[in-house]
């Protein structure tokens, strides 16, 4: 089993930034690629970003390709989405996950393996 709690959310201004930490327990955190998936009010989840197990290769929605980063720790356990030059549109529940096999795009949710509860993050215009 693996624990995932996000933390980070909250109310920020159009043009503003976030970060948001996702920290592990449990099973051995670098054994797992870990993932951001968002979702907004009245729609489906939908993918975000996603790392390797190393942290040495990233991957980005077009939706947010160069303005959200994310990043790991892996003597922390904690996975990180830093998000700039936010908009209304960002506005959504955040969830980290953790798969045990990478899957590539498209990323689905059916694929991970463990969920956090997830985060707010709203944007005003």
């Known amino acids: 089993q693996v624990q995932l709690v996000e933390s980070g959310g909250g109310l920020v201004q159009a043009g503003g930034s976030l970060r948001l930490s996702c920290a592990a327990s449990?099973?051995?955190?670098?054994?797992?690629?870990m993932h951001w998936f968002r979702q907004a009010p009245g729609k489906e989840r939908e993918f975000v970003s996603a790392?390797?197990?190393?942290?040495?290769?990233?991957y980005y929605a077009d939706s947010v390709q160069g303005r959200f980063t994310i990043s790991r720790d892996n003597a922390k356990n904690t996975v990180y989405l830093e998000m700039n030059s936010l908009k209304p549109e960002d506005t959504a529940v955040y969830y980290c996950?953790?798969?045990?096999?990478?899957?590539?795009?498209?990323?689905?949710?059916?694929?991970?393996?463990?969920w956090g509860k997830g985060t707010l993050v709203t944007v005003s215009s």
């Open positions: 996950a953790a798969s045990s096999r990478w899957y590539g795009s498209p990323w689905s949710d059916y694929d991970m393996d463990y």
């Open positions: 449990g099973r051995t955190f670098s054994r797992f690629y």
């Open positions: 790392i390797t197990r190393t942290g040495g290769s990233t």
